[in-house]
T-cell receptor, first 115, second 113 residues
Framework: GAGVSQTPSNKVTEKGKYVELRCDPI?????LYWYRQSLGQGPEFLIYFQGTGAADDSGLPNDRFFAVRPEGSVSTLKIQRTERGDSAVYLC?????????????FGPGTRLTVL | AQSVSQHNHHVILSEAASLELGCNYSYGGTVNLFWYVQYPGQHLQLLLK????DPLVKGIKGFEAEFIKSKFSFNLRKPSVQWSDTAEYFCAVNRDSNYQLIWGAGTKLIIKP
């Protein structure tokens, strides 16, 4: 079956602009995660959804970042007033969500570049 | 704060050499441990995982890892590497009650043919 998909694959924007990044998880996966990976680093947790609700948003760096998952499947990560420091690869993952032991399946990521 | 350390950022080996990549974590209590791999141009995929039981776990493509609780370590091993093992390897940790993964910085492995 289809894996996790993310669009766009690349996004270039100017400082101060608003961007939306989309994630389409594996069908039937109730848990959805957003991570951010900067150059030379491992992924950094941003937010985790269980169904439609954000179960843990402790990783969002500030109030410019927001994510939604209104119908419990597709999720959108929204970044307002982008800054150059937001440049990174944004990864989405999904899992069956029954416990922390569940394998997280990753998408290819969206590379965000803020000029 | 919880953290994961991977000691080697870059490793270069010849084919057929043995591999060991270090991973240490700072996390009290019971943890779940994972190794993920990212091949060039591909997305992250799971190599192996440990939750409980036998501390020596086997994963895909001949990889294995050993959990040593007293050392807070979960090192990845492979007896004989192949050119196709060239990739970046990440160690990650979470708990049953906290799904978010805490990641190491990764180790870039290059296998010379």
């Amino acid at each position: 079956g289809a894996g996790v998909s993310q669009t766009p694959s690349n996004k270039v924007t100017e400082k101060g602009k608003y961007v939306e990044l989309r994630c389409d998880p594996i069908s039937g996966h109730t848990a959805l995660y957003w991570y951010r990976q900067s150059l030379g680093q491992g992924p950094e947790f941003l937010i985790y959804f269980q169904g439609t609700g954000a179960a843990d948003d402790s990783g969002l760096p500030n109030d410019r970042f927001f994510a939604v998952r209104p119908e419990g499947s597709v999720s959108t990560l929204k970044i307002q007033r982008t800054e150059r420091g937001d440049s990174a690869v944004y990864l989405c993952a999904s899992s069956l969500g029954t416990s922390g032991r569940g394998e997280q399946f990753f998408g290819p990521g969206t590379r965000l570049t803020v000029l | 704060a919880q953290s994961v350390s991977q000691h080697n950022h870059h490793v270069i080996l010849s084919e057929a050499a043995s591999l060991e990549l270090g991973c240490n974590y700072s996390y009290g209590g019971t943890v779940n441990l994972f190794w993920y791999v990212q091949y060039p141009g591909q997305h992250l995929q799971l190599l192996l995982k440990y939750f409980s039981g036998d501390p020596l776990v086997k994963g895909i493509k001949g990889f294995e890892a050993e959990f040593i609780k007293s050392k807070f370590s979960f090192n990845l091993r492979k007896p004989s590497v192949q050119w196709s093992d060239t990739a970046e390897y990440f160690c990650a940790v979470n708990r049953d009650s906290n799904y978010q993964l805490i990641w190491g910085a990764g180790t870039k492995l290059i296998i010379k043919p």
